[in-house]
């Protein structure tokens, strides 16, 4: 049984910061991916960033230059820094890990339950 979990949502003022943590448990064999979502009331879910192991960091137009994506890779956990943040960064953040649970199988993507980041003007 695999679980992802994150941590780290919040109340914070335009202009503030938040670090959200997302860490992936359990059955594990190796992790292709971690990354970050979000959904706004009334809005799609949208891709934050997307971190492949070993690879570059992808990130929403919207939130470059003001988030940053850390992967701490013993730990399954990847962190979302979040800076400068502003009202339109409201929103549920759900975080997904990309992983295969045995050496012969498939990837597939496993999503935790998302925490809430509120950013007041």
């Known amino acids: 049984q695999v679980q992802v979990v994150e941590s780290g949502g919040g109340l914070v003022q335009a202009g503030g910061s938040l670090r959200l943590s997302c860490t992936a448990s359990?059955?594990?064999?190796?992790?292709?991916?971690m990354g970050w979502f979000r959904q706004a009331p009334g809005k799609q879910r949208e891709l934050v960033a997307a971190?492949?192991?070993?690879?570059?960091?992808n990130y929403a137009d919207s939130v470059k230059g003001r988030f940053s994506v850390f992967r701490d890779n013993f730990k399954n956990t990847v962190y979302l820094q979040m800076n400068n943040l502003l009202p339109e960064d409201t929103a549920d953040y759900y975080c997904?890990?990309?992983?295969?649970?045995?050496?012969?199988?498939?990837?597939?993507?496993?999503w935790g339950r998302g925490t809430q980041v509120t950013v007041s003007s």
């Open positions: 971190s492949p192991t070993g690879g570059n960091v």
């Open positions: 997904y890990a990309v992983l295969k649970i045995t050496r012969g199988g498939l990837s597939r993507d496993y």
């Open positions: 359990g059955n594990i064999f190796s992790i292709n991916a």
